[in-house]
């Protein structure tokens, strides 16, 4: 079945690094998301990667996919106070989005 | 801002009640998708419409509906709402369906309350 699941929080230092994971059932997904949603906020697509990478990165956001263990992480470098958000796993086996599953989401909480 | 406008932000009502949740999409968006989202159960695909016609359904009750109209603004229906109803209401709209990479762009929501 689909299933996705993430750790619920994380709390870090402003400057240093953020990792959040995510581990999902279906193998045959072919599309992984991270979604961020600040709060008051609706879901915002940060980045996606196929199923066919092993690694993304876009500024300071890279993803990193195990297809062998089914283990997504997106990793925040030099992690800034406006990061503090919640973030979603998310998976799509057809590519489309109406078939996207959602794991429960990650509060990241940002110190200074 | 997404583009995408959800009223009302915040909804309280008592059970028993019938309520309607209405999204606007981002302009030229032909998708639209309703998701619930709760403490217990995340985030949950209802129903997605496309063009005016339903295209894929999830895990909505029978107790609720939805439709598009040919504006493209979409109505979500929630009816003899029970405590459990109570959640966070999105609605997200994307270009077309199934397309590569189709990217939902999110409302911030409308906050459901049933006392």
């Known amino acids: 079945g689909e299933d996705v699941e993430q750790s619920l929080f994380l709390s870090v230092r402003e400057g240093d690094s953020s990792v959040i994971n995510c581990t999902y059932t279906?193998?045959?997904?072919?599309?992984l998301y991270w979604y961020k949603q600040e709060p008051g906020a609706g879901l915002q697509l940060l980045t996606y990667?196929?199923?066919?990478?092993d690694m993304k990165q876009d500024q300071r956001l890279t993803v990193l996919l195990n297809k062998k263990d089914k283990h997504l992480s997106l990793r925040i470098a030099d992690t800034q106070t406006g990061d503090s958000a919640i973030y979603f796993c998310?998976?799509?086996?057809?590519?489309?989005?109406?078939?996207?599953?959602f794991g429960k989401g990650m509060k990241l909480t940002v110190n200074p | 801002d997404s583009g995408v406008t959800q009223t009302p932000k915040h909804l309280i009502t008592a059970t028993g009640q019938r309520v309607t949740l209405r999204c606007s999409p981002r302009s030229g968006d032909l998708s639209v998708y309703w998701y619930q989202q709760s403490l217990d159960q995340g985030l949950q695909f209802l129903i997605q419409y496309y063009n005016g016609e339903e295209r894929a359904k999830g895990n909505i009750l029978e107790r609720f509906s939805a439709q598009q109209f040919p504006d493209l603004h979409s109505e979500l229906n929630l009816s003899s709402l029970e405590l459990g109803d109570s959640a966070l209401y999105f609605c997200a709209s994307s270009a077309g369906p199934q397309r590569t990479n189709e990217k939902l762009f999110f409302g911030s929501g409308t906050q459901l309350s049933v006392l």
């Open positions: 279906d193998s045959s997904s072919t599309y």
């Open positions: 998310a998976e799509s086996k057809e590519g489309g989005s109406e078939k996207l599953v």
């Open positions: 990667i196929f199923s066919n990478m």
